[in-house]
T-cell receptor, first 113, second 114 residues
Framework: AQSVTQLGSHVSVSEGALVLLRCNYSSSVPPYLFWYVQYPNQGLQLLLK??????LVKGINGFEAEFKKSETSFHLTKPSAHMSDAAEYFCAAMNTGFQKLVFGTGTRLLVSP | GAVVSQHPSRVICKSGTSVKIECRSLDFQATTMFWYRQFPKKSLMLMAT?????????EQGVEKDKFLINHASLTLSTLTVTSAHPEDSSFYIC??????????FGEGSRLTVL
C-alpha cells in the first residue's frame, strides 16, 4: 500500500530563511504527489502537485517542490520564509488510476521574526 | 479554483443525538467525494469514499452504521454522525474529485459532542 512519510513534525525557521519540508513516498510506480497547506480550523489548500510532467513543480505563494524518483522524494521548498507561511503542511500521494489520497503525518512550520 | 463548501463549520451537540454535515461542490459536478477525519495535531484519516447514486465505500475500522454517508446528487454528499458520543468529537473534512486528477477540499466542520 502507498505510504507517505514526512520527516519532522515541526520545522522552525526565521523570517527570510529557506524553508525545506521533507516528503518521501513508497511506491514502485511514481504516484501523483501533492502538497497541501492547512491553517488553523480550516480545510486544505493545494500548494502544488506533480503529475508526471516536469519534475520541478512551482506552486502558489512562492513554494516549489522537486520530484526525485531515485530518492522517492518530493520535498517542498521556499527560498524566503514569510510570517504568513506558518501553518501545517501535508504531503499526499495518489496512485494513478485511483482517487484516494494518502496523507503524510504533517509538518508544522513555525516562522519567527 | 474549484470551490467545495461544507456546512456547518462548527456544531455542538449533546451525546446521543445525530448530526448531519453537508459537503457541496459549488462550481463543478463531483461523481466522487471523500470524507476525512482529523484528530488534533494529527493527519487526515480517510473515512469513506462516496460515489453519486451508490453506497459509500468505508475504510477499514470505520463504522458505517455510525457514520452514514449519502451522495444524493453530483454536487452534494452528506455525513451523518449517528448517536454521537464525545469520542466522535473531531474535525471532519470532505473533498470532491473533479475528474481531472484533482481534489478540492471543504473548509472542514468541527464537531463537539458534549
Amino acid at each position: 500500500a502507498q505510504s507517505v512519510t514526512q520527516l519532522g513534525s515541526h520545522v522552525s525557521v526565521s523570517e527570510g530563511a529557506l524553508v525545506l519540508l521533507r516528503c518521501n513516498y513508497s511506491s514502485s510506480v511514481p504516484p501523483y504527489l501533492f502538497w497541501y497547506v492547512q491553517y488553523p480550523n480550516q480545510g486544505l489548500q493545494l500548494l502544488l502537485k506533480y503529475t508526471s510532467a516536469a519534475t520541478l513543480v512551482k506552486g502558489i505563494n512562492g513554494f516549489e517542490a522537486e520530484f526525485k524518483k531515485s530518492e522517492t522524494s518530493f520535498h517542498l521548498t521556499k527560498p524566503s520564509a514569510h510570517m504568513s507561511d506558518a501553518a501545517e503542511y501535508f504531503c499526499a500521494a495518489m496512485n494513478t488510476g485511483f482517487q484516494k489520497l494518502v496523507f503524510g503525518t504533517g509538518t508544522r512550520l513555525l516562522v519567527s521574526p | 479554483g474549484a470551490v467545495v463548501s461544507q456546512h456547518p463549520s462548527r456544531v455542538i451537540c449533546k451525546s446521543g443525538t445525530s448530526v448531519k454535515i453537508e459537503c457541496r461542490s459549488l462550481d463543478f459536478q463531483a461523481t466522487t467525494m471523500f470524507w476525512y477525519r482529523q484528530f488534533p495535531k494529527k493527519s487526515l484519516m480517510l473515512m469513506a469514499t462516496s460515489n453519486e447514486g451508490s453506497k459509500a465505500t468505508y475504510e477499514q475500522g470505520v463504522e458505517k452504521d455510525k457514520f452514514l454517508i449519502n451522495h444524493a446528487s453530483l454536487t452534494l454528499s452528506t455525513l451523518t454522525v449517528t448517536s454521537a458520543h464525545p469520542e466522535d468529537s473531531s474535525f471532519y473534512i470532505c473533498s470532491a474529485y473533479t475528474g481531472a486528477g484533482e481534489l478540492f477540499f471543504g473548509e472542514g466542520s468541527r464537531l463537539t459532542v458534549l
